[in-house]
């Protein structure tokens, strides 16, 4: 009981659902997305095995990330910048009709017995810029759809949207393919779109505020000198990627799992899933995070606890142990994305948003490219321990040089959001 007599309010654990039961739009829109994401792992998986398939070379399907990462990259700043345009709304409709009209046909190529991997590239680059077009829109239509308040519990079941689509994706993937053949997926991925569609569909229009800016198409420029006059905002990105190219060991699994573990490619999976598992829990305990109101603080200290987490891990020759800190890590990855999604959503300008979640998506699709490349280098000139640990600790040197640089970003207070 509090001093006046009414009971005490107990603190929240699990996931914030508010926002869920107080939008009937956002239900629909998180609901679609969790089916569509869950539809698209299950296609990446079918086309990376049918890529095999056909070629019997692991160095043409590395080359269906590349067909993949170069439109998403190239296209991502100007799906912001489209965002930032047109209505949300139909941007994000035609955007999911497009990919669902891929998969559509992948599937009819596979029934058809249409067997080539040009075509699969060509797919896999299309539905990229799709994905280019559509992701900026639909976080952009988030802070109108629901108050400033309920922004970390939005983004915190985003997260889970996305890692489920990581984890049970592959999985059904596999197992549809396995039962049914390529064609199954794909048209499996075809009818999960309807969900997303719908959802688009039963949106209100979202034009941009642009009451503010000057009239005429938004300049993907414009976005990039706004973002250079704005400290806090870049400071997401800058600690984003102090963890993403200093302190990713993803390219490394193969090697550790052999060299560490004594392990097969069962082991890799092992260690490729558990940063996802931890980002799934993160997501489902984040009741807590609508709570923090010193946004800056709670991503500083999440990145360097990724750091932390990594460089441990690099120290460790017993698997479950490495599991469980690389499962902290994603843990804190989630935490980190939650406050570096809700800064961007509250503290830009609408006109603006559609802009900077472009940015948002070439960091994420470009950050851990990237600390892949990083890591395989200094393995390949040291050793893998030497990149593991030494990454995660040059990722908790940097944030800590980033925190004494930025005391804007460390006083930032989410009641009164600055850019």
């Known amino acids: 009981?509090?001093?006046?007599?009414?009971?005490?309010?107990?603190?929240?654990?699990?996931?914030?659902?508010?926002?869920?039961?107080?939008?009937?739009?956002?239900?629909?829109?998180?609901?679609?997305?969790?089916?569509?994401?869950?539809?698209?792992?299950?296609?990446?998986?079918?086309?990376?095995?049918?890529?095999?398939?056909?070629?019997?070379?692991?160095?043409?399907?590395?080359?269906?990330?590349?067909?993949?990462?170069?439109?998403?990259?190239?296209?991502?700043?100007?799906?912001?910048?489209?965002?930032?345009?047109?209505?949300?709304?139909?941007?994000?409709?035609?955007?999911?009709?497009?990919?669902?009209?891929?998969?559509?046909?992948?599937?009819?190529?596979?029934?058809?017995?249409?067997?080539?991997?040009?075509?699969?590239?060509?797919?896999?680059?299309?539905?990229?810029?799709?994905?280019?077009?559509?992701?900026?829109?639909?976080?952009?239509?988030?802070?109108?759809?629901?108050?400033?308040?309920?922004?970390?519990?939005?983004?915190?079941?985003?997260?889970?949207?996305?890692?489920?689509?990581?984890?049970?994706?592959?999985?059904?993937?596999?197992?549809?393919?396995?039962?049914?053949?390529?064609?199954?997926?794909?048209?499996?991925?075809?009818?999960?779109?309807?969900?997303?569609?719908?959802?688009?569909?039963?949106?209100?229009?979202?034009?941009?505020?642009?009451?503010?800016?000057?009239?005429?198409?938004?300049?993907?420029?414009?976005?990039?000198?706004?973002?250079?006059?704005?400290?806090?905002?870049?400071?997401?990105?800058?600690?984003?990627?102090?963890?993403?190219?200093?302190?990713?060991p993803r390219a490394l699994f193969p090697a550790v799992a052999g060299l560490w573990y004594g392990g097969d490619a069962r082991t890799t999976g092992l260690l490729v899933a558990a940063p996802a598992v931890g980002a799934l829990l993160g997501g489902v305990f984040s009741g807590w995070q609508g709570r923090i109101r010193r946004h800056g603080v709670a991503i500083l200290l999440a990145v360097a606890a990724w750091g932390t987490a990594i460089a441990v891990f690099g120290l460790t020759r017993n698997l479950w142990l490495g599991l469980l800190f690389l499962a902290l890590a994603g843990c804190a990855d989630t935490v980190s994305m939650v406050f570096r999604n809700t800064m961007l959503q509250a503290a830009a300008p609408d006109e603006m948003r559609g802009r900077l979640q472009g940015v948002f998506i070439v960091v994420v699709a470009g950050g851990p490219r990237l600390g892949d490349f990083l890591a395989g280098s200094v393995a390949d000139l040291t050793s893998p321990a030497v990149a593991v640990t030494g990454g995660g600790l040059a990722c908790v040197l940097a944030i800590g040089l980033l925190t004494l640089r930025g005391r804007g970003f460390v006083r930032y207070d989410a009641r009164r959001p600055t850019p």
């Open 1 to 248: 009981m509090t001093a006046t007599g009414t009971p005490a309010r107990r603190p929240r654990i699990l996931a914030d659902l508010t926002p869920l039961r107080a939008s009937a739009d956002y239900r629909r829109l998180w609901f679609g997305n969790t089916v569509s994401w869950i539809g698209q792992g299950m296609t990446t998986l079918a086309i990376s095995l049918q890529v095999y398939d056909i070629t019997h070379s692991t160095f043409s399907v590395g080359l269906v990330g590349l067909f993949s990462l170069v439109p998403l990259i190239a296209f991502g700043l100007y799906g912001g910048a489209v965002a930032d345009t047109v209505d949300r709304r139909a941007l994000g409709l035609y955007s999911a009709a497009g990919s669902a009209g891929l998969s559509a046909a992948l599937a009819a190529a596979a029934f058809a017995g249409f067997h080539h991997v040009w075509f699969l590239y060509g797919v896999v680059a299309l539905q990229a810029v799709c994905a280019a077009l559509n992701a900026p829109a639909r976080s952009a239509m988030i802070p109108r759809l629901l108050p400033p308040e309920q922004l970390p519990a939005a983004n915190a079941l985003s997260s889970m949207t996305m890692t489920s689509g990581m984890l049970l994706g592959p999985m059904l993937g596999g197992l549809i393919v396995g039962y049914g053949g390529y064609q199954s997926a794909y048209f499996v991925d075809f009818v999960a779109f309807g969900a997303a569609l719908y959802a688009m569909w039963r949106l209100p229009s979202m034009l941009p505020d642009r009451d503010g800016a000057k009239g005429g198409r938004a300049s993907v420029l414009d976005g990039l000198r706004f973002l250079a006059t704005r400290p806090n905002i870049r400071m997401t990105f800058f600690s984003d990627f102090c963890a993403m190219i200093l302190a990713h």
